[in-house]
Nanobody, 125 residues
Framework: QVHMVESGGGSVQAGGSLKLSCAASGLPYSSGFMGWFRQAPGKEREGVARIYTGAGYTDYADSVKGRFTISRDNAKNMLYLQMNRVLPEDTAMYYC??????????????????WGQGTQVTVSS
């Protein structure tokens, strides 16, 4: 059974930093794709960043490029999202996600199969 548990959310002032973590277990493959999505109240869930755990290839939404960094520790089955220079519009529930095959960060693309329960990030101005 797949379990994905996020941690590290909280409240932070605009311009500050926060690091999210995701512990993944039970994934039925050795290499695949992992990523972060977020959903603000009244808005659709949107892709933030993704990484291919095999080669480390990364991809980001335009809104977070240059501010957020996705990384993983395959030995520990951990996924991370380093959030720097956060903005009030980064306020959302952040979800960890995974799939054997590539998924899209865009609204119209394929979504990942496995999801965590989310961790709340609140940025105050």
């Amino acid at each position: 059974q797949v379990h994905m548990v996020e941690s590290g959310g909280g409240s932070v002032q605009a311009g500050g930093s926060l690091k999210l973590s995701c512990a993944a277990s039970g994934l039925p493959y050795s290499s695949g794709f992992m990523g972060w999505f977020r959903q603000a109240p009244g808005k659709e869930r949107e892709g933030v960043a993704r990484i291919y755990t095999g080669a480390g290839y990364t991809d980001y939404a335009d809104s977070v490029k240059g501010r957020f960094t996705i990384s993983r520790d395959n030995a520990k089955n951990m996924l991370y999202l380093q959030m720097n220079r956060v903005l009030p519009e980064d306020t959302a529930m952040y979800y960890c996600a995974a799939d054997r095959y590539a998924f899209s960060l865009s609204d119209s693309g394929r979504r990942p199969q496995y999801w965590g329960q989310g961790t709340q990030v609140t940025v105050s101005s």
